[in-house]
């Protein structure tokens, strides 16, 4: 069985930064996206960035130019450098991978990123 597992997050102060670990453990076959998503108390789950097999990123607006993707294939990590964190992005943050055609869509059981003021 496939397990996305997650690591790095923790408490920081704003202006500091985390970097944020993914990797999948277990038999997997051709994972195409991989990413990052959040949820905040109260609020729906949102995307943060994606990353393709291919290397694409998409990046949501409210961490352009703060947080980078990467992507190693060969070992079916993701990670996310967030830097000048804010507050706002205090959540939990989960990872996800979809596969070759959605054959599967696999989350990460989240990691806790509390940013205080």
């Known amino acids: 069985q496939v397990h996305l597992v997650e690591s790095g997050g923790g408490l920081v102060q704003a202006g500091g930064s985390l970097r944020l670990s993914c990797a999948a453990s277990?038999?997997?076959?051709?994972?195409?996206?991989m990413g990052w998503y959040r949820q905040a108390p109260g609020k729906q789950r949102e995307l943060v960035a994606t990353?393709?097999?291919?290397?694409?990123?998409n990046y949501a607006d409210f961490v352009k130019g703060r947080f980078t993707i990467s992507r190693d294939n060969a070992n079916n990590t993701v990670t996310l450098q967030m830097n000048s964190l804010k507050p706002e992005d205090t959540a939990v943050y989960y990872c996800?991978?979809?596969?070759?055609?959605?054959?599967?869509?696999?989350w990460g059981q989240g990691t806790q990123v509390t940013v205080s003021s």
């Open positions: 996800n991978a979809v596969g070759f055609m959605r054959v599967y869509d696999l």
């Open positions: 277990g038999s997997i076959f051709r994972i195409n996206d």
């Open positions: 990353i393709t097999s291919g290397g694409r990123i």
